[in-house]
């Protein structure tokens, strides 16, 4: 080994080999480079698709009678799209294939795909591809992936029917989906929803898209019985954790995203309860809500039963609106929480004595309520899916 350091030494004493020596150690720095990820600058990502025709290079050695493409993450970051349906079209026929675990997919004439017909590869044809989906009027309904977003393009043979294609998916956002929320100010206070004491319900959710432009792609049916509370001043969200979803269309004159939604629930998540802040203020309401004093050394509890439905949207200055980024555009949804059957709903207040309290004046709120008395009539009380109770005194 000493023998050898001291000849590289020695070597590079030589001025001529010196020169060798640069020149390879140049070369070697741009190979380097060639092989280094590309990077964007901020504000900016790659298009959504990369489209090579024919046989214009792209590191593949073109082969005839074959459709060649890899299905590359959004930016150019992250995981390949794994095991990813992928459909070729050509009038009614289709033909299906999945990605392999770097994201790569071949159409071949000749080639056995169950259930279709054989498989002609054609010179100069134009032919759909749909990523994550079915033929492009079924894009937006049945997702195959939900934890991938949905994707349609073109790709054109050459002379030697030989094409390439470079999709890149966007992976679907993980968003929280309210169910209720409970908002209290007050340590005297308890609020819970859902009792069950009359009889069971569920929920039932959909949505709407609040872009202009982008109609509802997803929406689930999944429905849910759960009870939550919070007591004293404290105020709380219950959500689960589904998929956000958006169908990139590449055929269009102006490729976009077209349809958005949310799809199904993330797997091995439940109900979860989130800190909320209150977003409404009590002295500005005018509906929906009820006033009512309780003496220290006393408490009373109310109770109303909920039916119907509330829609929460961001526009309407609601926090639970769900927004998410898909190929660059942000969209937003509005929500809406049906309820079957019928959820009771109860909020409870006690004011303790020997703190010179005396009488301390509440009020209680349900966004949306036709009519909202439950401290009269319990029947009368149906509101939204939110439950807000304030201390107007200042008391705590």
Same mark, same amino acid.
Request: with cysteine; proline share 6%.
């Given at each position: 080994m000493d023998n050898q350091m001291f000849s590289v030494r020695r070597t !590079?004493? +030589?001025p001529r080999v010196l020169m060798l020596l640069v020149a390879f150690s140049f070369f070697l720095l741009l190979l380097a480079m060639s092989n280094t990820k590309p990077v964007y600058a901020a504000g900016t990502v790659p298009a959504p698709q990369r489209i090579i025709t024919? $046989?214009?290079?792209g590191g593949i050695t073109p082969t005839? +009678?074959?459709i060649y493409g890899q299905i590359e993450s959004l930016g150019g970051l $992250?995981? %390949?799209p794994a095991r990813i349906l992928v459909n070729l079209i050509q009038f009614t026929s289709i033909w299906t294939i999945y990605t392999d675990d770097i994201g790569c997919f071949q159409f071949q004439t000749g080639a056995y795909y169950p259930g279709q017909t054989s498989l002609v590869i054609m010179p100069n044809i134009r032919y759909e591809i749909t990523v994550n989906g079915g033929y492009i009027n079924e894009m937006g309904g049945w997702i195959p992936d939900p934890a991938w977003g949905q994707w349609a393009g073109y790709v054109v043979t050459d002379d030697t029917c030989w094409a390439q294609v470079y999709p890149r998916l966007q992976p679907a956002a993980q968003v929280n989906v309210t169910y209720a929320a409970l908002f209290s100010n007050t340590q005297f206070a308890t609020l819970q929803y859902g009792l069950q004491t009359t009889s069971t319900f569920s929920h039932s959710v959909s949505f709407n898209v609040l872009n202009s432009g982008i109609s509802i792609g997803y929406s689930t049916s999944s429905s849910a019985t759960f009870t939550c509370w919070v007591t004293g001043a404290s105020s709380i969200s219950v959500a689960k954790h589904h998929y956000a979803n958006a169908f990139y269309d590449s055929t269009l004159t102006n490729p976009a995203v077209v349809k958005a939604g949310i799809s199904s629930q993330v797997p091995f998540t439940l109900? %979860? *309860?989130y800190p909320a802040m209150e977003y409404v203020d009590p002295s500005t309401l005018n509906v929906s809500y009820a006033d009512f004093s309780i003496n220290e050394g006393?408490?009373?509890? %109310?109770q109303y039963s909920e039916t119907g439905s509330r829609t929460?949207?961001?526009? !309407?200055?609601?926090?639970f609106g769900i927004?998410? *980024?898909a190929w660059s555009q942000v969209i937003t949804l509005g929500e809406t929480v049906t309820t079957s059957g019928i959820s009771d709903v109860s909020f409870s207040v006690y004011v303790p004595s020997g703190y010179g309290y005396g009488f301390v004046n509440f009020r209680a709120y349900s966004p949306g309520a036709g009519s909202f008395n439950p401290l009269q009539d319990p029947n009368k009380g149906t509101g939204g899916l939110e439950l807000h109770v304030w201390d107007m005194s200042g008391k705590g």
């Amino acid at each position: 080994m000493d023998n050898q350091m001291f000849s590289v030494r020695r070597t !590079a004493k +030589n001025p001529r080999v010196l020169m060798l020596l640069v020149a390879f150690s140049f070369f070697l720095l741009l190979l380097a480079m060639s092989n280094t990820k590309p990077v964007y600058a901020a504000g900016t990502v790659p298009a959504p698709q990369r489209i090579i025709t024919g $046989g214009d290079g792209g590191g593949i050695t073109p082969t005839p +009678n074959t459709i060649y493409g890899q299905i590359e993450s959004l930016g150019g970051l $992250g995981p %390949y799209p794994a095991r990813i349906l992928v459909n070729l079209i050509q009038f009614t026929s289709i033909w299906t294939i999945y990605t392999d675990d770097i994201g790569c997919f071949q159409f071949q004439t000749g080639a056995y795909y169950p259930g279709q017909t054989s498989l002609v590869i054609m010179p100069n044809i134009r032919y759909e591809i749909t990523v994550n989906g079915g033929y492009i009027n079924e894009m937006g309904g049945w997702i195959p992936d939900p934890a991938w977003g949905q994707w349609a393009g073109y790709v054109v043979t050459d002379d030697t029917c030989w094409a390439q294609v470079y999709p890149r998916l966007q992976p679907a956002a993980q968003v929280n989906v309210t169910y209720a929320a409970l908002f209290s100010n007050t340590q005297f206070a308890t609020l819970q929803y859902g009792l069950q004491t009359t009889s069971t319900f569920s929920h039932s959710v959909s949505f709407n898209v609040l872009n202009s432009g982008i109609s509802i792609g997803y929406s689930t049916s999944s429905s849910a019985t759960f009870t939550c509370w919070v007591t004293g001043a404290s105020s709380i969200s219950v959500a689960k954790h589904h998929y956000a979803n958006a169908f990139y269309d590449s055929t269009l004159t102006n490729p976009a995203v077209v349809k958005a939604g949310i799809s199904s629930q993330v797997p091995f998540t439940l109900f %979860y *309860s989130y800190p909320a802040m209150e977003y409404v203020d009590p002295s500005t309401l005018n509906v929906s809500y009820a006033d009512f004093s309780i003496n220290e050394g006393s408490g009373q509890k %109310y109770q109303y039963s909920e039916t119907g439905s509330r829609t929460w949207g961001a526009t !309407a200055g609601v926090p639970f609106g769900i927004i998410f *980024s898909a190929w660059s555009q942000v969209i937003t949804l509005g929500e809406t929480v049906t309820t079957s059957g019928i959820s009771d709903v109860s909020f409870s207040v006690y004011v303790p004595s020997g703190y010179g309290y005396g009488f301390v004046n509440f009020r209680a709120y349900s966004p949306g309520a036709g009519s909202f008395n439950p401290l009269q009539d319990p029947n009368k009380g149906t509101g939204g899916l939110e439950l807000h109770v304030w201390d107007m005194s200042g008391k705590g």
